[in-house]
């Protein structure tokens, strides 16, 4: 099981996705219930996306979020999980094969990946997909854990 987290610097989306790569749960919520019910309640890797300097100023929310990142990983290393932080110019070349690549072309790309098209992908209530669920900052979430998985070498703890 595969625990992964889009943080952002009041509220995280995170999404749960078993061995069979089907999205078990996710959601978007504050980043005080992630530390004291998500993470406690998970057995398995967490995959977090994390910050990367790109060489511009930057305001007190990016400083916030890389605080959070923080937190979740020393939560996660005390509780004895694995943790991998993810850059999102590598989610985005290993998606989309560009740097340039927006939220709806990483979307996009595990739409097909899962696949192909939207109603093998995400499916309908009556007959959902393995991404049945997923939303809005959560694609974020998945993109990370399906880019963690694809790493040759992927890097916990760093």
Partial sequence: MILALDPGPVDTAYVRVGDDW????????SNQHVLDVVLP????QVVCETMQSMGMAVGVE???TCIWVGRYWQVAVAAGLP???VRRTDIKMHLC????????NIRQALIDQFG??????VGTKRAPGPLYGVANHEWS???????WAASPRPQEGI
């Fill in 22 to 29: 089907r999205v078990r749960e996710a959601d978007h919520i």
């Fill in 97 to 104: 094969g560009t740097t340039t690549a927006k939220d709806p």
């Fill in 62 to 64: 990016v400083f916030e």
């Fill in 141 to 147: 979430a998945l993109a990370a854990a399906v880019t």
């Fill in 116 to 121: 192909p098209g939207k109603e093998a992908a």
């Fill in 83 to 85: 943790f991998a932080r």
């Fill in 41 to 44: 309640s998970h057995r398995g």
